[in-house]
């Protein structure tokens, strides 16, 4: 089991999503015993929304949905997505 102390070092990549999959697993599992460290990761979290917009993949998940919506008609994506209005 990690230390606090480790899991508060290493919280900020755990949030990218750089760390090696062991680790990230095993700051997993402490924050899921550890409320201290929960409140820390959600707080740092929360920081990291506000200050950094650098999430590229938001516009990437944009223009898939602008472009299924364009395609709507066809058979192939509106059997994707289950909520499209059968005409
Ligand atoms: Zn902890």
Do not use: N, W
């Not at 508060?8 to 015993?33: C, F, K, W």
């Amino acid at each position: 089991m990690l230390r606090c102390s480790e899991v508060t070092r290493h919280s900020s990549d755990y949030i990218d999503g750089e760390l090696p999959l062991m680790l990230q697993l095993q700051v997993r599992l402490h924050l899921m015993a550890c409320r201290h460290c929960r409140r820390f990761v959600r707080q740092m979290r929360a920081t990291v929304a506000l200050l950094g917009h650098e999430s590229e993949s938001e516009e990437t998940v944009d223009d898939d949905l602008i472009s299924a919506y364009r395609t709507k008609s066809k058979p192939t994506i509106a059997g994707r997505c289950s909520h499209g209005s059968e005409r």
